[in-house]
Structures are given as structure tokens and as C-alpha cells.
């Protein structure tokens, strides 16, 4: 099964390897027909700390890193990020 990926802005990085990044959805209203947006904060593992806050980033699923981390930095700006913990390239 492929591993969902989500794209987002970072909004805190004054964790150690991990960052909080928002991302935001558009749908609209089964009932009213008006676009809505949402937001979800996903907590999301950066091994070399290399996002800063307002980075556009693309982060990627995995298997659960610590009590509410189950994501991973994959590329921040179009940069690739070359090591994924608990994954082989």
C-alpha cells in the first residue's frame, strides 16, 4: 500500500529533529456549497534539523517515532532529504 504524502508549511522548529508542519485542505460543504479550508499540525521527524519556520515542505508517513511523531521530512523546497530513518533506499 503506498504511504500517503502531504505537503505543508513549516510553523515550529525549536524541537531537536522534529518540526510541526501545517497543512491545509480545501473542500467544499456537502450541504452549503461554500469552500472550506482546514488545518492539521502534524508533528514531523527532521533528522539533520534543516527546516526553518515558512518552509514548504513534503512529508511522508512511517512507522510511529515517539508518542505523537508518525511522519518524516522528505524534501524541504524541492531539496531531497538523503537519509530517512527506518527506511532503505
Keep these: ?3 500517503k504524502t502531504y505537503t505543508g508549511e513549516v ?3 525549536k524541537m531537536n529533529k522534529t518540526v510541526v508542519v501545517a497543512v491545509t485542505r480545501r473542500f467544499q ?3 452549503y456549497k461554500k469552500t472550506v479550508r ?3 499540525k502534524f508533528k514531523a521527524h527532521d533528522e539533520q534539523n534543516v527546516c526553518r519556520v515558512g518552509d514548504k515542505v513534503t512529508i511522508i508517513e512511517s512507522r510511529p517515532l515517539s ?6 521530512v522528505m524534501a524541504v523546497n524541492g531539496r531531497d ?5 527506518g527506511e532503505t533506499p
Design 1 to 3: 500500500m503506498a504511504k
Design 11 to 13: 510553523l515550529s522548529d
Design 29 to 31: 460543504h456537502p450541504r
Design 38 to 40: 482546514r488545518t492539521t
Design 67 to 72: 508518542a505523537d511523531k508518525r511522519w518524516v
Design 81 to 85: 532529504i538523503k537519509e530517512i530513518p
